[in-house]
């Protein structure tokens, strides 16, 4: 399972800033959406965006923070932890490939200036997509998760492999998301 072959790895892309650091992947294996337990499942089985649905459960504004990232042919790539405005509280980790000659000029200056979600983004600017998972996850927290997540311990997290569409039926970007407990 490599980059090469996204459609096979229930990590990407977050796989990919692992083999750039050439860190070992957690153990992360697929879940049917009915064993994803509660509170996870109202946040991850669904075809709505990341950020709103975490702003929506937390009643409070989500911002980003990129870890890392890389633009490469067109291809905006990072690292990502979602926080809560006010106390920063990590309330999702993973990892994003966005294509960015699917959206118009504005958009990809707001993408590449990372100071934005993407959901945000999309909200704002009224870009028309859909939301579709393609798998859930169950993983067990590293610590690249654990600091990201601001964890200690181990942790058997679950998160979401989703592909976002343009009304076009293109890729808009591909992205894991993890929540933490």
Known sequence: MTSQQPELNLFYPLNEFYEEAGIPLPDVSRVEDASVPAPYRSLL?????????VAVAYRRSVQLRVLKHTLRENVFSRQIVLVLEGDEKPVVFGAIKIYLERFP????RLVQAM?????TILQTQ?????SRPEA???VMADEVINGALRLTGRHRLFGRRNVLWSAAQEP???VVEILPP
């Open 126 to 130: 009224g870009i028309v997509h859909a």
């Open 115 to 119: 100071k934005q979600p993407l959901g």
């Open 136 to 138: 859930y996850i169950q």
């Open 172 to 174: 808009l970007a591909q």
């Open 45 to 53: 089985v669904h075809q709505r965006d990341m950020t709103p649905t």
């Open 105 to 108: 000029p504005e958009a990809q």
